[in-house]
C-alpha cells in the first residue's frame, strides 16, 4: 500500500475551525455563527454523552480531534470554535461539509447528512464533546519543556 | 528457510532439479556420483517435465548420508571466484551485506562469512528475514553515511521481493549496491535470461557479466555508477557458476573511485565574486550526497559570512540546524543566493531522476520522473531551503563543486572583506539564536496541548525523548511526518544523518527496515539510532526486529501506535462524508483493531526486551529512559505507546 498521496494534504486538512465557504453549492443549511473562538461554553446541552462517545468513535471524530479534542489536525479545546457554540450551529455545520465530487483523496473533514448522523445523534457528540477538559499545564509547569529550552540556550557545539 | 522451499514443487521435484543443476554447472569441478548426473534440459521451459521419483543416491544425499570422494579432501576450488567478489566489496569499504538466503549466491555467502582474516568482517553478513527488508536496510544505512551497503537477492524471486524497496531508493536517490544470483541449472523459475531488466527502469546500471574477470570490474563499476549523481541502487547479476568458478592467479582489479564533475573554474570565480561581493548574502542548502559535502557547505558560509537555510529537518546531509548561521539572519534581504541543491541566484543542482529515463525502455513512466505523468511535484531530494530567489540553474552537482568555490573565495577574499565577514557573522549568530528561541518557545506553547491526555500526544512522545538524546549522538531513522513531525521544531538536527527523512516514493513498511539499516551504520560508529515508529508501517515487514535483535543494533523503537492506517482512515472517511452513505464504517479496512496488536509481545517473540502497550503519559519518561540504557548497551528495546491518531 501506499499513502497515495503526500503528506502535504495533511496540511490542507479543513476542520471544525474552518470556514464554511462551500456551503452554498450543497444547499446546505444556514452558515453557523463567525465569532471568534471562545474559552468556554454554556449554550445548552440535550444529548446523551455516553451514547455520543460512541459515536465520536465509531464516526472516527477522534481522527482530526484527538481523543479529547485537544490534539491532531484540528483541535478545538480549549479555544473552541463558532461552529460549537450551540447543538444547532455544530449540526448545521455537519450537514454543509466539504466538496461533494472530490476528485483527489482528502483529508478534510467529510459531510454529515441527517442519513450518516441523526439530528439527535448530533446532539448526542455534541453533548460528549462538550465533556472535554483541557489537559495542558502551561509551559513552566512541565520540566522535559523547560528542560528543553535550557538546551537551546546552550552553546552551539560542532 | 532455504528460497527452493517457498516453490511450488513437491520433494521430488526438488531434489530432481538439485541433481540436474549440480551435472549442469560444467565449469565446477564438483564431484557428481554418476546416478546424480542427468543431462541438463536446454533452454526454456525445461522443468515442464514431470519430475522423476528420486533414486537411491538422491535420497542417501538427502538423508546427509553422502561423503566426499576418496582420496581426501580436496575443495572444489582452491581458490573461488567469490573470495575475489568479496575482496572487491572489502576493498570498496562495504560493512554489511544484508540478505535472506538463497542458493543462487551461495558461493558469495560461504566467502562472506569464511573468507578472509577475520572472516565476516568488512563486510559482514546481516541475515534478513525478506528481500525488502534487505534492501530497505540499505537504503536507511546509505542515507545514513552517504555510501552504499550491499544487498544479495536470490534469482528472479528475490529480486521481486526487493523491487519495492529498490523503488523507494531510487526516488530517494540513494546508493545501494545489489547483487543478484542466478542459476540457470536450478530451479527454472527462479532465473531469467536478463533478470536486472525487471527493474532496469527504477535502477540506475546494470550488469550480467559474463567471466568471473568481468563481475569483479562490474562490482565496482556498480558501486561507482551508485554513488555518482544522480545516486541510485545499481545491480550486477553473478551466475552461481563464477562463484564457484577457481580464480587461479586472477588479480582483483584496482579500483579508481569516479570523479565526480563540478563547476568549471570559470563558474566558481563568478560565485565566489558574488558571494564576496554580495552586502549579504545567502547559501540555501538542500540535500547534499555525503557528510563530506556537508563539511564543505560550513566551510563555505562561515569563510563568506552568509546566514543559511537547511533541509536537516527533512532529510540528511544538510546543514546543521543549530550552526550559529544557520537561520534566516539579521537582515532578510538577501542580495546574492547560492543554491546547493537548491535555487537560488546561482543554484547549484546536480543530476535528476530524469536523465536515467533512458532505461525505463518500455516507457513505463513513472510520475515525476517522466515528463507529464503526474499532477503531483517531482520526484528528488533537495528539500525547501526557503528564502531562495528564482534564478540560474547550473546543472551540476553542489557537493563536487564545492571545493572549486572555497579555493576562489580564499583567492579573492582581502583584509577588508574579512573584517566585514566576521561583523556579519557575529550579527547573524545573534539573531538567529534569538529566533531559534522564540520559534521553539512558540513549538512548545503549541505542543503542551493535550500533554496529559491519554492516549498520549505524539509531541509529548518527541519532546521526552529529546533532553534524554540532546548529548548523544543519535540518528531519527523513521520518517515523522505521520507523527506530526514534531522533531523539526523541537530537536535540532546538528549532523548530516541526525534525521533521515521520508520514505522516498511514499511506501509503507520502510520506517523499521530503514532504521536497522541506520542501526547497522551507528553500531560501527557509536550512535543510536531513535525509530519512532508507525503501526501500520511495521507490519509490513516485522520480521527486521529480529534481525535488529540478532546483530545486537542500537535501536530504540517507540511506536506511535494509533491502531490505523491513519491517514488512509482519513481519507476513507472523508469519501464516507461526500457520498453521504454512513462513515461509522470508515474504519473497515483502515484500522487495526479487533483485536490490537500488541507490539511488546511482537519484539518479545523476535527476542527483543521493551515495555507497554503505554498509555498513562507520566509513564513514558521513565520507559524511554531505561529504553536508552538498554540500547546504549546494544541492546534493541521497544517500548509499545498507545498515541493520539497525530
Sequence with gaps: MTTKSSMLMFVAVVGLAAPIAIRAQQGATPAAPTAKPVTALTSPVTGNAVTGKKLYYDHACYSCHGFNGETGARPFVPNWPANLATEGSFTAFLRGRANLSPVQPSTAMPNYPVQSVSDAQARDIYAYIRSFKSAQPTVDKIPVMNQILAAAKKPYKQ | ?646
Design chain 2, 1 to 646: 528457510m532455504s528460497k527452493s522451499k517457498k516453490f511450488a514443487v513437491n520433494r521430488r521435484g526438488f531434489l530432481k532439479g538439485a541433481a540436474t543443476a549440480a551435472a549442469g554447472a560444467a565449469a565446477i569441478a564438483t564431484h557428481v556420483p554418476e546416478s546424480d548426473a542427468q543431462t541438463p534440459p536446454a533452454g526454456p521451459g525445461r522443468s515442464n517435465t514431470p519430475a522423476p521419483p528420486p533414486n537411491a543416491a538422491q535420497l542417501e544425499r538427502d538423508a546427509g548420508a553422502v561423503r566426499p570422494p576418496a582420496g581426501g579432501n580436496a575443495r572444489a576450488a582452491v581458490r573461488p571466484g567469490s573470495d575475489l567478489m568479496v575482496q572487491v566489496l572489502r576493498d570498496l569499504g562495504i560493512e554489511y551485506v544484508a540478505a535472506n538466503p538463497g542458493s543462487s549466491f551461495e558461493g558469495i555467502q560461504e566467502s562472506i562469512i569464511n573468507y578472509g582474516n577475520p572472516p565476516n568482517v568488512m563486510p559482514e553478513f546481516i541475515t534478513a528475514l525478506h528481500e525488502e527488508s534487505s534492501v530497505t536496510m540499505a537504503h536507511g544505512y546509505g542515507k545514513a553515511t552517504g555510501k552504499p551497503m550491499c544487498a544479495l537477492l536470490h534469482g528472479t524471486i528475490g529480486i521481486q521481493h526487493a523491487a519495492m524497496s529498490i523503488y523507494q531508493a531510487y526516488y530517494d536517490k540513494t546508493p545501494a549496491l545489489l547483487i543478484a544470483g542466478r542459476d540457470l541449472g536450478f530451479i527454472a523459475a527462479h532465473s531469467a535470461n536478463d533478470m536486472a531488466g525487471m527493474v532496469r527502469s527504477y535502477t540506475k546500471w546494470d550488469a550480467t557479466p559474463k567471466t568471473l574477470e568481468e563481475s569483479l570490474v562490474a562490482i565496482q563499476r556498480a558501486y561507482t555508477e551508485a554513488i555518482t549523481p544522480p545516486c541510485a541502487p545499481t545491480m550486477v547479476v553473478i551466475d552461481i557458476d563464477l562463484q564457484k568458478e577457481e580464480a587461479g592467479t586472477l588479480k582483483v582489479p584496482a579500483y579508481q573511485p569516479p570523479k565526480i564533475s563540478g563547476i568549471d573554474p570559470g563558474q566558481a570565480r563568478e560565485i565566489a565574486k558574488g558571494l564576496l561581493d554580495a552586502q549579504n548574502p545567502r547559501i540555501a542548502v538542500g540535500r547534499l550526497r555525503t557528510p563530506d559535502g556537508v563539511r564543505l557547505a560550513v566551510q563555505l558560509a562561515e569563510l563568506v559570512g552568509a546566514s543559511t537555510s537547511t533541509a536537516a529537518t527533512q532529510g540528511p546531509m544538510s546543514f546543521p540546524q543549530r550552526h550559529p548561521l544557520c537561520g534566516p539572519g539579521a537582515n532578510t534581504s538577501y542580495d546574492f543566493t547560492l543554491g546547493l541543491e537548491q535555487p537560488g541566484t546561482v543554484g547549484l543542482v546536480g543530476p535528476s531522476l530524469a536523465t536515467l529515463l533512458s532505461r525505463d525502455s518500455t516507457n513505463i513512466g513513472f510520475g515525476g520522473i517522466a515528463p507529464g505523468v503526474s499532477r503531483a511535484g517531482g520526484a528528488g531530494r533537495g528539500g525547501r531551503g526557503g528564502g531562495a530567489p528564482a534564478g540560474r540553474t547550473v546543472d551540476i552537482d553542489a557537493e563536487a563543486s564545492l571545493p572549486a568555490i572555497i579555493d576562489e573565495v580564499r583567492r579573492q577574499m582581502s583584509p577588508d572583506k574579512q573584517r566585514v565577514i566576521q561583523d556579519r557573522s557575529a550579527k547573524h549568530a545573534t539573531a538567529n539564536q534569538t529566533a531559534r528561541i522564540e520559534a521553539l518557545t512558540r513549538a512548545l506553547e503549541q505542543r503542551r496541548a493535550g500533554w496529559d491526555a491519554s492516549p498520549i500526544s505524539t509531541a509529548r512522545v518527541y519532546a521526552e525523548l529529546w533532553p534524554l538524546i540532546v548529548d548523544e549522538d543519535w540518528i531519527l531513522s523513521s520518517p515523522s511526518n505521520f507523527s506530526g513531525a514534531h522533531n523539526a521544531q523541537l530537536w535540532d538536527h546538528n549532523k548530516p544523518y541526525s534525521y533521515l527523512g521520508g520514505q522516498g516514493a511514499g511506501g509503507m513498511g520502510y520506517g523499521a527496515p530503514a532504521s536497522v539499516g541506520a542501526a547497522l551504520a551507528a553500531k560501527s560508529r557509536k550512535q543510536i539510532v531513535i525509530n519512532v515508529q508507525t503501526d501500520g508501517d511495521l507490519n509490513y515487514a516485522p520480521g527486521v526486529l529480529w534481525t535488529a535483535q540478532h546483530h545486537q543494533l542500537p535501536m530504540l523503537t517507540v511506536m506511535h501506535n494509533n491502531r490505523a492506517w491513519h491517514q488512509e482512515l482519513m481519507f476513507v472517511e472523508y469519501m464516507c462524508g461526500v457520498r453521504g452513505r454512513g462513515t461509522e464504517r470508515g474504519h473497515i479496512g483502515t484500522t487495526l483493531r479487533d483485536p490490537f496488536i500488541d507490539y511488546r509481545m511482537m519484539a518479545a517473540c523476535y527476542g527483543m526486551a521493551g515495555e507497554g502497550p503505554i498509555t498513562d503519559p507520566v509513564k513514558l519518561g521513565p520507559a524511554l529512559k531505561r529504553g536508552l540504557v538498554s540500547v546504549k548497551k546494544g541492546q534493541p528495546y521497544m517500548i509499545d505507546v498507545i498515541t493520539q491518531p497525530r
